[in-house]
């Protein structure tokens, strides 16, 4: 079974410029997440997806990003302008349902100059 | 509002000893507790999960045990391997309106040869 995919691995940009992350998660997985990852802290959850609706989007900054997930399968993340304290490594999860076990992809590593 | 703490932020050992690593929890609403390892420029990997109505939980050399009523978890790692040098991260499965992951900031172990 092929795990959660991401693109791209690394992502270097310059502050107000925009970028894109892109998650395909486990086939058949209803839920899907992205967490951003600041160096030195634990995950913390940004958005959650049940199929293609917005489940959780509290801790999302509204401002400048934004996500999407068409079709209820794959997703993308943007962040539009991106500011130096955006620096991070973006994780995206999946999982067959809410409450099961989730399963996280690689990361996408930005660092905004 | 859930918050994890784990104790300590790093370790480090010689090889081949045993070792405890602390998580603690402030709300005792949850549905399962997961303790991750994480490899420099990776994703997450779980290795064990404990439902709320269990107490522990085995996977080789490594042991999480989970007293939701106190709040804590602890990870026993037996016979420590240089090989099991990365950060370990606990979360807990909120229940609740978005049932959402809620990490601690992880303990960096290294276990030197």
């Known amino acids: 079974e092929a795990g959660v995919a991401q693109s791209p691995r690394y992502k270097i940009i310059e502050k107000r410029q925009s970028v894109a992350f892109w998650c395909n998660p486990i086939s058949g997985h209803a839920t899907l997440y992205w967490y951003q990852q600041i160096l030195g802290q634990g995950p913390k959850l940004l958005i959650q997806?049940?199929?293609?609706?917005?489940?959780?989007d509290s801790q999302l900054p509204k401002d400048r990003f934004s996500a999407e997930r068409l079709k209820g399968v794959d997703s993308t993340l943007k962040i539009q302008p991106a500011k130096l304290e955006d620096s991070a490594v973006y994780l995206c999860?999946?999982?067959?349902?809410?409450?099961?076990?989730?399963?996280f992809g690689p990361g996408t590593r930005l660092l905004v100059l | 509002k859930q918050e994890v703490t784990q104790i300590p932020a790093a370790l480090s050992v010689p090889e081949g000893e045993n070792l405890v690593l602390n998580c603690s929890f402030t709300d005792s609403a949850i549905y399962n507790l997961q303790w991750f390892r994480q490899d420099p420029g990776k994703g997450l990997t779980s290795l064990l999960l404990i439902q709320s109505s269990q107490r522990e939980q085995t996977s080789g050399r490594l042991n999480a045990s989970l007293d939701k009523s106190s709040g804590r978890s602890t990870l026993y790692i037996a016979a420590s391997q240089p090989g099991d040098s990365a950060t370990y991260l606990c979360?807990?499965?909120?229940?609740?309106?978005?049932?959402?992951?809620?990490f601690g900031k992880g303990t960096k172990l290294t276990v030197n040869p």
């Open positions: 999860a999946s999982s067959r349902d809410r409450a099961e076990t989730q399963y």
């Open positions: 979360a807990v499965l909120t229940q609740g309106g978005s049932e959402k992951l809620v």
């Open positions: 997806f049940q199929n293609n609706g917005v489940v959780d």
